[in-house]
T-cell receptor, first 115, second 115 residues
Framework: EAGVTQFPSHSVIEKGQTVTLRCDPI?????LYWYRRVMGKEIKFLLH????????ESGMPNNRFLAERTGGTYSTLKVQPAELEDSGVYFC?????????????FGPGTRLTVL | RKEVEQDPGPFNVPEGATVAFNCTYS??????FFWYRQDCRKEPKLLMS???SGNEDGRFTAQLNRASQYISLLIRDSKLSDSATYLC????????????????FGTGTLLAVQP
């Protein structure tokens, strides 16, 4: 069974540009999460989708970040306009159900560098 | 203060050694606890969940002390392949369902097992 996939694996953009990250969860997983790790810091939660609905977006840093999951399948995370502090690794995870007994499986991440 | 605190290490140990990692969490509402393993430039992967009664998986033993808000991981007979960053992770949501499913990560403890 395929795991969580993310595209692109790396992205280098200039400040002020727009970048869109994509995540394909494990097939059948209704729950999709975005996390990110900035240099030297811990991995932090951004938001959680249940199917196409945003269940929890308490971690989204500001309105330059827009996440969507149309149709409840893959998700995109758009950063517009990108700032230097947005550099980091963006991880997507998915789980079949909710709660601590439902493992969140992580994708390989997208490494974003904003110059 | 970080919600999950870990000693960043590095822990340099010889093969065959026993090594212990500790972690504290600040939110007493946390209900689910995990150790994740992250190899260099890879995604985090669940190593084991941590239960109040303590649990063991081969050479790995995890303990939880809710009163002290303290989690530990013991690795016996260390192997070269155990070299990685070990992430202490808590979740506020219940074991099933729940409105909050976000994982809260510590910064990780780096383990280097030497031949």
């Amino acid at each position: 069974e395929a795991g969580v996939t993310q595209f692109p694996s790396h992205s280098v953009i200039e400040k002020g540009q727009t970048v869109t990250l994509r995540c394909d969860p494990i097939s059948g997983h209704d729950n999709l999460y975005w996390y990110r790790r900035v240099m030297g810091k811990e991995i932090k939660f951004l938001l959680h989708f249940v199917k196409e609905s945003k269940q929890d977006e308490s971690g989204m840093p500001n309105n330059r970040f827009l996440a969507e999951r149309t149709g409840g399948t893959y998700s995109t995370l758009k950063v517009q306009p990108a700032e230097l502090e947005d550099s980091g690794v963006y991880f997507c995870a998915s789980s079949q159900g909710r709660g601590g007994l439902n493992e969140q499986f992580f994708g390989p991440g997208t490494r974003l560098t904003v110059l | 203060r970080k919600e999950v605190e870990q000693d960043p290490g590095p822990f340099n140990v010889p093969e065959g050694a026993t090594v212990a990692f500790n972690c504290t969490y600040s939110n007493s509402a946390s209900q689910s606890f995990f150790w994740y393993r992250q190899d260099c430039r890879k995604e985090p992967k669940l190593l084991m969940s941590v239960y109040s009664s303590g649990n063991e998986d081969g050479r790995f033993t995890a303990q939880l002390n809710r009163a002290s808000q303290y989690i530990s991981l013991l690795i016996r007979d260390s192997k070269l392949s155990d070299s990685a960053t070990y992430l202490c992770v808590v979740q506020k949501g219940p074991l099933y369902g729940g409105a909050t499913n976000k994982l809260i990560f510590g910064t990780g403890t780096l383990l280097a097992v030497q031949p």
